[in-house]
């Protein structure tokens, strides 16, 4: 790992994920794959770290976990190439991405409303 970047839940500043890339994942949860990547974000106060207690969320009654392999980016830069890409990552670390399903669902129906 890239000097420094052992603090990363420290410094971090955001953190970026990829959502419905594994296909087996979403026709469980009956999604259909996309043609491009999902992007999405969480906030870095969503960071634990190993010891401290998971928060569920208050009313949550469906809480799923996934581990996932975190990459930490200890380069900056933008439209970035893939032959480059490599150059950019600073080192890796486990995490676990936890998502309150029921929630979720109760945010993308208000979305379908609005549609």
Do not use: W
Request: charged share 20%; proline share 4%.
């Amino acid at each position: 790992m890239a000097a420094g970047l052992g603090r990363f839940v420290e410094v971090g500043r955001k953190i970026v994920c990829v959502g419905r890339n594994y296909s087996e994942h979403a026709a469980e949860l009956g999604n259909k794959l996309p043609t491009e990547p999902v992007i999405f974000i969480k906030p870095t106060s969503s960071y634990i770290t190993e010891g401290n207690a998971i928060k569920f969320p208050p009313g949550c009654s469906n809480l799923h976990h996934e581990v996932e392999l975190g990459v930490v980016i200890g380069k900056e830069g933008s439209n970035i190439s893939e032959t480059s890409a490599m150059q950019h990552i600073g080192g890796y670390t486990l995490a676990l991405d936890m998502t309150a399903r029921d929630i979720q669902e109760i945010g993308r129906a208000s979305c379908r409303e609005r549609v």
